[in-house]
């Protein structure tokens, strides 16, 4: 009981240091391939991240500001606290995709620079979020819908890395290795319980089937046009899980 509790704890300081800027310690020497197996940890991660970013947007609604700048204001904290490592990816893998020659699309996306489909895809996706966050009934909801967001959509991660293989022989995609079933189902466990237990059935059913539906499709373009899955595609499925689940949410929510 001891070695597995030790085992979460890990995970879950893996995971926090990974996905966020916030002091989480793993302590020793962590190899990249730890990181496929702590990804179990990422909706716990993502509650976390919600929690926080959520928080905010509620704070913000509590002195009248209108709902779009409270969404805005959840999402900048949202950002900040994950050093946008999310939206790069989204934005790397909008630019790999606009290149019509098949060969340099995987080099692109390591270019730090920005294109245009990296900037259109960005504003989109900031856009829909912050339009159906302020659409929610209330700041109590938008709150809860955010933090059960941000553990799905990090939820349906590992998956992706079963469904499809690593499109390059090196960088943190190929190197963290492929996640095992245990840890996929763990994974998938997690964030559909939260979802479930923080939005209800109706709702949270949906946001997981919005998810599922969100990474099968990011997964089938990635293996269309690059091959199989980079860090960069991974970050582009937990983005647009999350704007499937939030899409989820208020089509149900009157």
């Not at 926090?16 to 730890?34: D, H, I, K, S, Y």
């Amino acid at each position: 009981m001891t070695r597995l509790f030790s085992g979460w704890l890990h995970d879950i300081a893996l995971s926090g240091a990974f996905l966020t800027r916030l002091p989480f310690r793993p302590g020793g020497n962590v190899q990249a391939a730890e990181l496929s197996r702590a990804m179990r940890a990422f909706p716990l991660v993502g509650l976390l991240i919600g929690g926080f970013a959520g928080g905010a947007l509620w704070i913000a609604a509590q002195t009248n500001l209108p709902p779009l700048v409270c969404a805005f204001i959840g999402l900048i904290i949202s950002a900040w606290i994950t050093c946008a490592l999310h939206e790069d990816g989204l934005a790397d893998v909008a630019d790999g995709m606009g290149e019509r020659d098949k060969a340099r699309r995987l080099e692109i996306m390591r270019d730090p620079r920005i294109g245009t489909y990296g900037v259109m895809a960005l504003i989109l996706a900031v856009g829909l979020k912050a339009s159906i966050l302020a659409g929610l009934p209330g700041p109590g909801v938008t709150w809860s819908t955010m933090i059960a967001a941000a553990a799905l959509s990090r939820a349906v991660m590992a998956p992706c890395m079963v469904l499809i293989s690593p499109a390059r022989a090196d960088g943190l995609g190929h190197g963290a290795g492929r996640p095992d079933v245990s840890c996929v189902f763990q994974s998938l466990v997690l964030g559909g319980v939260a979802a479930i237990a923080i939005l209800g059935s109706a709702m949270g059913l949906a946001a997981v089937t919005g998810s599922l539906l969100a990474m099968g499709l990011t997964a089938w373009l990635a293996h269309a046009r690059f091959g199989g899955y980079t860090g960069d595609v991974l970050g582009a499925v937990q983005q647009v899980a999350e704007i499937f689940i939030l899409c989820a949410v208020g089509a149900i929510l009157p």
